[in-house]
């Protein structure tokens, strides 16, 4: 395997070197979440507890940092063919950073080639792509042992496709205080939601556009509407990934659903990192599922 992979901290990963018992050459670019007074880098020795401590206790405004050009042009180092990932591109300035980075790295190296990702999504969409890029290793390990550009870009196109037709992501947020606050979603909405004691349950446009669907009350019947949209979205079964807002048992009672109707389902948990905890907070779940293209 002659491909490097570097992937934004959007992706809730901590780090990039095994990925389903497949060794990967990568890494993790980091976001940062700052106020005037702190700044908390989105990497393995962030302390999610302590951060949302802060920031709940905090009233200083608060807002996300995407990762600049050079740390990007670092990220690639010295390889021949770089595949970079980032989280959607109208909800952060990361992929347009890591493709100018891409630019001038190609300019700056002759012959080498680096493909820029934007998944229009965030979390475990990330993560579903460094999944697929692991399988075909598993597979095949000379898949990626690439021998021309050719083939390079041809991986690249199929792994573009895979994520923009087989992959959905979901989510399911208690709070969107620090959503509206950035500018991500309405405010208005946000106000509903804290005002009625709602919870916000919705998707992705096919561009990355946050799109709240859904205004329900409790968990039970939070989890119960999540069910239904993967179901509606074309969920059959397959990869299925929970990443949860220090709500591991909101995140298991929905595993535990999703497995009453979809018994074979693949199904993970995990906690989100930094940069998705600030925006789902406290209670909240972000999904990335498989679905029939």
Not at 105 to 112: I, V
């Amino acid at each position: 395997m002659n491909l490097h992979i570097t992937i934004d901290s959007a992706s809730n990963y901590r780090r990039l070197d095994e990925v389903n018992g497949v060794k990967l050459d990568g890494c993790v670019v980091p976001l940062k979440i700052c106020t005037d007074e702190k700044e908390f880098i989105d990497d393995a020795d962030l302390d999610i507890n302590d951060m949302v401590s802060y920031l709940e206790g905090t009233k200083l405004a608060s807002h996300s940092a995407c990762p600049g050009i050079d740390e990007w042009l670092e990220s690639f180092g010295e390889h021949e063919y770089v595949i970079g990932i980032t989280l959607a591109s109208i909800l952060s300035g990361s992929y347009n950073a890591c493709r100018v980075a891409a630019e001038q790295y190609m300019e700056e190296h002759e012959g080498r080639r680096v493909y820029v990702l934007d998944t229009t999504a965030i979390g475990p969409v990330e993560k579903l792509c460094i999944e697929y890029i692991a399988n075909k290793e598993k597979a095949d390990p000379e898949a990626l042992n690439f021998k021309s550009a050719e083939e390079f870009d041809s991986f690249c196109k199929e792994l573009d496709e895979y994520c923009h037709r087989n992959t959905k992501i979901g989510f399911a947020l208690k709070s969107l205080k620090n959503l509206a606050n950035n500018g991500r979603i309405n405010k208005t909405v946000a106000k509903i939601a804290e005002t009625l004691k709602i919870h916000i349950v919705g998707d992705f446009s096919e561009t990355g556009v946050l799109q709240p669907k859904n205004k329900v009350r409790g968990d039970d019947k939070t989890l119960r509407t999540l069910v239904d949209a993967m179901k509606e979205a074309g969920y059959k079964g397959g990869r299925f990934i929970i990443d949860h807002c220090l709500a591991v048992e909101d995140a298991e009672n929905l595993k535990n659903l999703i497995l009453k109707e979809f018994p074979n389902a693949d199904i993970t948990i995990a906690e989100t990192t930094g940069l998705c905890t600030f925006y789902a907070e406290r209670g909240g779940l972000v999904l990335g599922y498989e679905i029939e293209g």
